[in-house]
Each structure stands twice: as C-alpha cells, then as structure tokens.
C-alpha cells in the first residue's frame, strides 16, 4: 500500500509538468516577465499564422532566392525584398562580420521556437515522468532484487580505481549537464512564472556556464569509458540467451555472463552513442555557426536515396541559423532520451538490485553477486588471480599454515 501512494505521488509530480509543458499558447507566453517581448513573440506568430502558405517558408528552403534577388531594385515591392532578406543572401551589406551576418530576418526560428517550447518540452518531460512511473512500477512488483543465494561475506575486485573514476566523472557531468539543460530549457514557461525573471536570469546565466564547461568533462569520461570497456561491450551470441532468460531479473534465470551482461551493454552502447551525438551538437552549439553539420548529414543520407524511397525529402541546404536550429532541437531530443534510459540505469545500479552498488562505490562486490551476475567473469578472474599469487579481492595470498 506504501508503495502504491510513492507511486501516485510521483505520477502527480510528473503529470502537472508535462501539462505545463503542452501549452505555448499566447496566454502562458504573457505569464512571463518580459511583457514587451512576449508582446512582440506574440504578434509575430499571430502574423505567421494570418500568412498562411504564401508567407510561410519552410525550413532550408531557398529554391527562388536567387530570382528574387535579382528582381530587387526599382519597382520591387516590400513584400518580395522581405521574402529575400528571410531567405538569407549574401547581398546584405551589413558592418558584423559572422557567417550569418547576411541573414537579417529567419523565420525558421518561430518554428524552432514553437517546437522547442511544446512538443520537444511535452514529450521530453513526459518521457522521464514515464520512465521514473515504470520504475515505480516494476519496484512495487518485483522488489529489490536480491542475492539469491545470500551475502557470502567474501568479495571480490570488481572495478579498479580508474574506472570507477571514469564512471562517477561521466555520471556526476550527465547528471550536472542534465540539470542545468532542463533549467534553461524550462526558463520561459516553468521557472519564470515561478521565479520571476531576475532570480531565474541570475541561475539562467550560472547554468549556462556550468553548462558550457561541464561538458568538457563528460567528453572526456565518454572516451574514458570507451576505451576502458569498449573490449567487454563486444555483442556476443550469450547475450540472446541472457535476453531469452529475462536476464535473471525477470524469472529465476541465471544467465551465463563475463564482465558486462546484455542488459549492460544495453547501456553502454546508448551512453557511447548518444552522448558521442549529445557532444557534437553540442560543440556545434559552443561554437555558433563554426561547426554546421546537419546540411552535410542530411545531404549523406539523402545520398544512400533511402529518404527517396521512403518518399520524403531533407534539406540539404540549410542558413546559418537553420543550422544552429536543428542542432539544438537534436541536443535536447538526444538528450531527453538518454536522460530516460540512465534513470532506469541508476535505479538498478542503487535500489533496483542488492548489492550493485558497491561494484563502483568500493570497487569489490561480494562474490555471491558476482557468481549470480557474471559467472563465466568470475572464473575468468579466479584463474588470473591463481597465476598472480593474489586472493580475487586483489590481497595477497595467506601462506599455507
Ligand atoms: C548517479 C547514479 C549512478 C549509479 C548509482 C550508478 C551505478 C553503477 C554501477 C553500480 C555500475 C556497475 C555495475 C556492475 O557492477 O556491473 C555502473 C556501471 C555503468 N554506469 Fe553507472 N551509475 C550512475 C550514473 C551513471 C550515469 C549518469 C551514467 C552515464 C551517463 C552511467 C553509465 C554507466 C555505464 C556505461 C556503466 C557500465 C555498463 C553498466 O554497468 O551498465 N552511470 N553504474
């Protein structure tokens, strides 16, 4: 019964969040503190919306700009020296010298804006919600996952000082890079309300600075981990029959493993990948308009002419800020992601199961755990530690009485 009201309790925490998060309308924009700026946000996509198709140009496009260009001159209306200067040509004279300096007006950004500031808040917060409800979930159902066959009292070196390291270097960035991302992410419609624009500008600019350093740490905790693990993350054909028996977590399995089960590499290899994606767009943000990236991606993939196939287009030719836009939107998609799946590994790694923890908290595990989870890795390890004169724990062995 406990454990059914903890689990409503964070479903009501998380629901009025993705709630909050679903409304950009006009109405929440006023709610913040800058009544100017919402007032012009405002007008602007009140004025996009009355434009319909004619005055809507969608991302990347630029099929007649240099026509329009041309035309520009005596006898041309506002409206097509407007649709020219939206597009983005290098025929702006302008004193900034930047990549982007010749794009004066770009409208993609509304739409950036509106998807950052609904959907991508929406379903992202509603993400987490979800996965810290299953959890919740599978608690009440399962409980702690014990040693089955009890605490032996004897451990064994599980983890070595460098990387456990590398492993509390790349959770303590995730989880500081997550923090300050969602503050800054969450400021117009979340935490201004709540906090009012001078107290969160002051955090807003702390956050964007921990942000912008902190992620160095993570790109260097990613290589560590890559390196140091990369051998043990190898898929190998046991990991299907770990998958066929519930890894021992669901069921009474005990699956064959060395260091890393399948259900660890189900983490590793997302934690690689995605964050070595997290870090390029992320650079690409560090760096405005020094790093593109998404033209040269998209114009890749629409080389394999499976976009062709699957009958829609990417734009292969994107502004400067259209650039900036995508970059940002695929950091927080990625991002939001990962942040679900290492919920779901740190509730395993703390409470989820009896003792994991220790693995990177002292670095020695008891050796019941690890015969349970990582059976063929023990005999691995003891036969090494036979040859090394050691005891599994790392000790030297006693001299036989
Ligand atoms: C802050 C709470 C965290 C706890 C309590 C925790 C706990 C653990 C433990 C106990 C292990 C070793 C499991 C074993 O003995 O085999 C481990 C491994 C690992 N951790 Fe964490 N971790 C945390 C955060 C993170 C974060 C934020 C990341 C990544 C962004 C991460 C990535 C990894 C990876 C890639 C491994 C190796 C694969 C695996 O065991 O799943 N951890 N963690």
Redesign the pocket.
């Given at each position: 019964m406990r454990s059914l009201a903890a689990l409503l309790t964070v479903l009501m925490l998380a629901l009025p969040f993705s709630a909050l998060a679903q409304d950009p309308s006009p109405d929440r924009l006023g709610q913040t503190g800058d009544a100017s700026s919402n007032a012009a946000l405002q007008s602007i996509l009140e004025r996009q919306q009355q434009a319909g198709s004619t005055g809507e140009i969608p991302l990347g496009a630029r099929d007649n700009a240099a026509d329009i260009v041309g035309q520009l001159g005596a006898g041309t209306t506002d409206d097509q020296v407007y649709r020219a200067i939206r597009l983005g040509t290098d025929d702006v004279s302008t004193q900034v010298r930047s990549p982007a300096a010749g794009v004066l007006i770009q409208t993609g950004g509304m739409r950036w804006q509106q998807l950052r500031d609904g959907p991508i808040q929406t379903y992202g917060l509603s993400l987490l919600g979800g996965m810290v409800a299953l959890l919740a979930l599978f608690f009440v159902f399962r409980g702690r996952i014990k040693i089955r066959s009890g605490l032996s009292g004897q451990t064994i070196q599980?983890f070595a000082s460098i990387e456990r390291f590398g492993?509390w270097l790349?959770?303590s960035s995730?989880?500081i890079l997550g923090l300050t991302g969602l503050y800054v992410l969450l400021g117009r419609h979340q935490l201004i309300p709540l906090k009012g624009p001078e107290a969160y500008a002051q955090g807003a600019i702390a956050a964007k600075w921990i942000h912008n350093n902190v992620a160095w740490a993570f790109m260097l905790s990613l290589v560590m981990?890559f390196f140091m693990?990369v051998w043990h993350n190898i898929p190998s054909p046991r990991d299907w029959q770990w998958f066929r028996q519930g890894g021992g977590i669901i069921g009474n399995g005990h699956p064959h493993s060395k260091k890393?089960n399948a259900g660890?590499k189900v983490?590793?290899w997302p934690?690689l990948i995605l964050?070595a994606t997290i870090s390029a767009s992320g650079l690409s943000l560090l760096f405005p308009f020094e790093l593109p990236m998404f033209a040269k991606t998209f114009s890749a993939i629409a080389a394999t002419g499976i976009p062709g196939l699957l009958g829609f287009t990417l734009p292969t030719e994107l502004a400067p800020h259209e650039e900036m836009q995508y970059a940002n939107l695929w950091h927080t998609i990625v991002s939001f992601v990962l942040m679900a799946i290492?919920i779901a590994?740190?509730y395993i790694?703390?409470i989820g199961m009896q003792g994991?923890?220790a693995?990177?908290g002292s670095g020695k595990?008891d050796l019941n755990w690890a015969r349970e989870h990582h059976d063929l890795w023990v005999e691995e390890q003891e036969e090494k530690a036979a040859k090394r004169g050691k005891t599994l724990d790392g000790g030297a062995v006693a001299p036989a009485e």
């Open positions: 599980r492993h790349l959770a995730f989880i981990i693990w890393f660890q983490i590793f934690t964050g290492i590994h740190i790694g703390s994991a923890f693995a990177m595990v």
